[in-house]
């Protein structure tokens, strides 16, 4: 009885520190700020620029904390305040669903794919009602394209990511990233996918070239054009957050995540090992994804609307339809 | 401690907000001039932003025109404290050759509170960089916050 109770202690003491230290929120944080450096080290490099100093995201964070905290007359204070953190929190949950250290995340269940996608939309729900409820004109213009280009990413970005699950038949990430290492024909099957997410991704993130919603040459800020301060903060957390998780979905189901996993004692090291494989193939993704940004200009909303609907659905449609006579023919 | 980090925060990214209050359009190039990639603003951390609310230092041009000084001083309240306010040209310290005409008030700081001159006609691009790193060290100093 007293050997089970330590057991269970120690399990309890894993999963906090699962849940807050590594890969939980403490870790999120600092390579969120991380990946935001790297996102503006790479660009200005790209422009033959010096970039920022290394700690830049940080001290920005930390400076827009300790400024004032403005709310608008105009502003719905509640909802003002309340749609960073519903973005932010929604991030942070999808995060732990992530197989990161081995191939099962925190809670592994059939349909947590769904799940961790559903919670990725909600971001930009809250990016909507923050500046919808903003009071300003400017606000609520980018609030309401937001709004409207959710479809023209989102349809590509769900169904996209759904093929290796087509292929595999499991709806559950575990299980996606053990048949995919298995079966390493599926990267060859799914590579049209992986680009068309990648793009999707893109335009989640609002990053050039589908950075439509805030366009600072048209609409100043779009719907941050009010937030100030703290509020500010947490949303350019909750983007750096969300380009981080979005950039780990990918890697977890095109590029099979965390494995191969190597099998070492004790467990610790394996895990170790599998957090750094899958660090290595989200830099990769997020790498790609800053090389798209600095590559590109500004879209109008029609063209984006446009090319989604002519070439990013009928592409994943091709590609959906090869999963099926893939999984037709008797699997691979 | 807590307060040396902000500090430090504070002087490692001063976003600024551009505004012209009536210049030629001179100083405003030089402005632009001085964020090119040749000079990169963002190695100390500059970036140009649109909006007031999320800016910490107003970097604004030229004389104060009587249309201009309510606009003028909107924005400077919509900014959120702590803020700065740099000037640059020779007409936004002191009306310059527009001094005394009938639509001028005169310099910025006949409106709002002013932090830093950077006189030229205009200036050079670099002098409009080292007047905002000047600032910077002031604000490390000791100054005000
Ligand atoms: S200082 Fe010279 S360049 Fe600048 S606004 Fe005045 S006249 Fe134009």
């Known amino acids: 009885m007293v050997c089970r109770k330590g057991v269970e202690s120690i399990d309890i003491l894993l999963t906090l520190l699962y849940l807050f230290i590594f890969p939980g929120f403490i870790f999120l944080f600092a390579f969120s700020l991380f990946t935001e450096y790297l996102d503006r080290k790479i660009y200005a490099r790209m422009q033959r620029r010096v970039g920022p100093p290394f700690l830049q995201p940080f001290a920005d964070l930390v400076k827009l904390s300790a400024k004032e905290d403005v709310v608008p007359e105009n502003a719905e204070r509640f909802m003002f305040t309340a749609a960073p953190i519903i973005g ?71 169904l996209t990511l759904l093929t290796p699950a087509l292929i595999e038949g499991s709806w559950k990430m575990a299980d996606i990233v053990t048949f995919e290492i298995t079966h390493p024909l599926v990267f060859i099957i799914s590579f049209l996918g992986f680009v068309i997410g990648l793009i999707a991704l893109q335009g989640k993130l609002e990053r050039l070239p589908f950075d439509i919603p805030e366009a600072e040459t048209e609409i100043v800020a779009g719907p941050l054009v009010e937030y100030s301060g703290r509020r500010l903060a947490l949303f350019r957390l909750a983007r750096d957050a969300e380009m981080v998780v979005g950039a780990g979905l990918l890697a977890v189901v095109f590029l099979a995540g965390p494995e191969p996993i190597v099998h070492l004692e004790p467990v610790y090291l394996s895990w170790i090992v599998g957090a750094l494989v899958f660090l290595a193939k989200t830099l990769f993704v997020i790498f790609l994804l800053i090389l798209i940004k600095s590559a590109v200009a500004r879209i109008r909303t029609d063209q984006m609307i446009s090319f989604a609907y002519k070439w990013l659905i009928p592409l994943t449609l091709v590609q959906i339809f090869i999963a099926i006579i893939v999984r037709f023919l008797g699997g691979i | ?142 100054g005000n916050p």
């Not at chain 2, 090119?36 to 007031?52: N, T, Y």
């Not at chain 2, 609310?53 to 309510?70: F, S």
């Open chain 1, 88 to 158: 932010l929190a929604a991030i942070f949950a999808a995060f732990l669903y992530l197989p990161i250290v081995s191939s099962t995340g925190l809670h592994s269940f059939n349909g947590d794919l769904i799940v961790v996608l559903y919670l990725l939309t909600i971001p930009t729900l809250a990016m909507f009602l923050g500046g919808w409820y903003s009071g300003n004109v400017f606000g609520q213009k980018g609030g309401m394209r937001v709004a409207s280009l959710l479809f023209s990413y989102e349809i590509p970005f769900f």
């Open chain 2, 1 to 142: 401690m807590f307060k040396g980090l902000v500090k430090w925060a504070r002087i490692k990214s001063p976003w600024i907000l551009h505004m012209n209050c009536g210049s030629c359009n001179g100083c405003d190039i030089e402005i632009l001039a001085a964020l090119i990639p040749r000079l990169d603003a963002e190695r100390f951390g500059v970036l140009l932003k649109g909006s007031p609310r999320h800016a910490d230092v107003l970097v604004c041009t030229g004389p104060v025109t009587k249309q201009m000084k309510e606009r003028l001083k909107r924005v400077y309240d919509q900014m959120p404290e702590p803020k700065f306010v740099v000037v640059v040209g020779q007409c936004g310290s002191s009306g310059g050759i527009y001094q005394g005409a009938y639509g001028v008030e005169g310099g910025i700081d006949k409106v709002i509170p002013v932090n830093a001159y950077i006189p030229g006609c205009p200036p050079r691009p670099d002098a409009i960089a080292d007047g905002l790193i000047k600032l910077l060290a002031s604000i490390a100093k000791g």
